[in-house]
């Protein structure tokens, strides 16, 4: 398997644009979580999905950032207007169960709002 | 709900030299630990994990952690680091049994001075 794919790898955008960040899981994961790592405040959970459905997107920092997982093998992650505090690097990661297993991860996608 | 606190944002230690990384958990249920590290630039890998049975775990690039539920400790060690060991670690735990989500820590720096 290749793992947990994300793309781009790295993205600048302007200020007010969209943003959409991709994730394709490990085939048969039924779990889906997607992270953003900064400095200031480490690892945050964004939000999860199980089976393709949103469980818990209490991490969902504001309006402007949504996520869908149309099926099985795609997830995106969407911000809205972007912001320049909104840069960080993104992290998807999946598993086959939601703890005890353990998560893989993707390589991230490192997003720089000027 | 759980917590963990890595009570270290930096260590630095000479090459071929032991070390610890602490972590500290605080959970009202049995718990799940796990350690995962952070290379430059690439998203999280699973360094080990304790779920029962051993509270010794080995993992891999022969790292080893030990669960102390008395202290709710899992310090991470390694004895003799090499320059590649050059990393961040994070500490992790979940519910016993997997049903939460895994909390990570804000993680350690681990410096390898030559």
């Known amino acids: 398997d290749a793992g947990v794919i994300q793309s781009p790898r790295h993205e600048v955008t302007e200020m007010g644009q969209e943003v959409t960040l991709r994730c394709k899981p490990i085939?048969?994961?039924?779990?889906l979580f997607w992270y953003r790592q900064t400095m200031m405040r480490g690892l945050e959970l964004l939000i999860y999905f199980n089976n393709n459905v949103p469980i818990d997107d209490s991490g969902m920092p504001e309006d402007r950032f949504s996520a869908k997982m149309p099926n099985a093998s795609f997830s995106t992650l969407k911000i809205q207007p972007s912001e320049p505090r909104d840069s960080a690097v993104y992290f998807c990661?999946?598993?086959?169960?939601?703890?005890?297993?353990?998560?893989?991860f993707g390589s991230g996608t490192r997003l720089t709002v000027v | 709900a759980q917590s963990v606190t890595q009570l270290d944002s930096q260590v630095p230690v000479f090459e071929e030299a032991p070390v610890e990384l602490r972590c500290n958990y605080s959970s009202s249920v049995s718990v799940y630990l796990f350690w995962y590290v952070q290379y430059p630039n690439q998203g999280l890998q699973l360094l080990l994990k304790y779920l029962s049975g051993s509270t010794l775990v080995k993992g891999i690039n022969g790292f080893e952690a030990e669960f102390n539920k008395s202290q709710t400790s899992f310090h991470l060690r390694k004895p003799s680091v090499h320059i590649s060991d050059t990393a961040e670690y994070f500490c992790a735990v979940t519910a016993g049994g997997g049903a939460d989500g895994l909390t990570f820590g804000k993680g350690t720096h681990l410096i390898i001075q030559p």
């Open positions: 085939s048969g994961h039924d779990y």
């Open positions: 990661a999946s598993s086959l169960v939601l703890g005890g297993a353990g998560y893989t």
